[in-house]
């Protein structure tokens, strides 16, 4: 075991090296604070860890069935910390092939913190600014997933621009990092645009939506907390609500309603996640099977030279081949890829415009 974990330790720490040595001239050329500093390199070291501003959090991916998500370690989570243990110790006494997955989660939190640590000796990130969690492999919709109350923010700088970033109820900040690129694309394209951001979250693509000049921008998200977050962080940046409107409601509602009230967008930004719930029933539904229908309603509220953003998280996603068909469509994930993300494509962009 402890072979095992020298030799996680010890390529993490060989990865660290030769990505800051390849990272460090493109982040002091764009002056870039915020960046992915290790991303899933090694099959030993299955973790993400991004820095925001002298802050790490560090996102542990296990293997392990059954895993529950959630914090592990942080400065001022020590309550929480404590209540695990105790679940830990619980799941210990009471170990048997039935309960094997949660009786195995004191392994991956400790494996989970003791990779975390290496990536801030090495960082040189004091314990204080250390935040750590653990998600399951296959987890999806990280900044859907809420995780604690401890409500632990800092604020975050890209291009010129300031954003809270929450480093310890979500299983993600709510900076997605990945889309630094795209964000810059949306701000390029939104002036003098009426701008619909679905799946709004924290409202980071409005905040550059509004910093590009759009003349209006109205954010849909179904979470209510995402609004108040989604209000700070555009006006941290000097845009109030007389150019923003929130609707906490789901997507399809709203695109069902501004359909008869016969709104029309300029632009449309679309980033669901890979499966969410549908308000009215509870019903789930999946973006690899829904995509096709999502993106036709969108195009009822677009004006006639109206275009869409369609990003996802979900690498697998093929887009519907009807879809050509009915729209001009432009592949920009080489585009809005990132130096940090360069070994691992974590996103996927289209540029989408009905016929």
Same mark, same amino acid.
């Given at each position: 075991m402890k072979t095992e974990q020298n030799s996680s330790v010890r390529a993490l720490s060989a990865s *660290?090296? %030769?990505r800051r040595a390849h990272l460090w001239p493109w982040l002091q050329k764009h002056g870039i604070s915020c960046y992915r500093i290790y991303n899933r390199d090694s099959g030993e070291a299955p973790i993400a860890a991004d820095i925001y501003d002298g802050y790490l959090h560090v996102l542990f991916y296990s293997q392990k069935r059954g895993v529950t998500p959630g914090l592990i370690s942080a400065a001022t989570s020590d309550v929480e910390n404590e209540e695990a243990a105790k679940q830990e110790d619980k799941s210990r006494q009471t170990a048997s092939p039935r309960n094997h997955a949660r009786s195995s989660q004191p392994e991956v939190r400790a494996k989970a913190r003791r990779l975390a640590d290496t990536v801030a000796r090495?960082? /040189? &990130? $004091? @314990?204080? %600014? #250390?935040?750590v969690? &653990? @998600?399951?492999?296959?987890h999806t919709g990280l900044i859907r997933t809420p995780v604690s109350t401890t409500g632990h923010t800092v604020e975050a700088h890209e291009a010129g621009l300031s954003f809270v970033v929450n480093l310890t109820d979500y299983l993600h900040p709510g900076l997605p990092l990945h889309h630094r690129l795209t964000r810059g694309m949306i701000g390029e394209i939104s002036y003098g645009r009426? &701008? #619909?951001? *679905?799946?709004?979250? $924290?409202g980071e693509n409005s905040v550059y939506a509004a910093a590009g000049g @759009?003349? =209006?921008i109205v954010n849909v998200d179904s979470v209510p907390a995402f609004r108040d977050w989604a209000h700070t962080n555009l006006k =941290?940046?000097?845009? /109030? $609500?007389?150019l923003v409107e929130h609707h906490v409601v789901d997507m399809e509602t709203y695109l069902r309603s501004s359909h008869q009230r016969k709104e029309r967008f300029d632009l449309v930004i679309a980033a669901p996640p890979a499966t969410w719930s549908r308000e009215e029933n509870g019903a789930r539904v999946k973006l690899r099977s829904h !995509? =096709?229908?999502? *993106? %036709? =309603?969108?195009a009822d509220v *677009? !004006? $006639?030279?109206?275009?869409i953003v369609f990003l996802s998280d979900d690498t697998g996603l093929y887009l519907n081949s009807a879809l050509k068909r009915e729209f001009r469509v432009e592949t920009l994930t080489n585009e809005t890829t990132s130096e940090d993300f360069a070994n691992r494509r974590e996103h996927q962009a289209w540029l989408l415009q009905p016929k």
């Open positions: *660290l090296k %030769r090495f960082m /040189g &990130v $004091p @314990a204080e %600014r #250390l935040f969690k &653990v @998600a399951s492999s296959r009426r &701008v #619909l951001n *679905l799946f709004c979250g $924290p @759009a003349d =209006r =941290r940046n000097g845009f /109030g $609500p007389g !995509h =096709r229908d999502i *993106l %036709r =309603r969108i *677009l !004006h $006639p030279q109206g275009e």
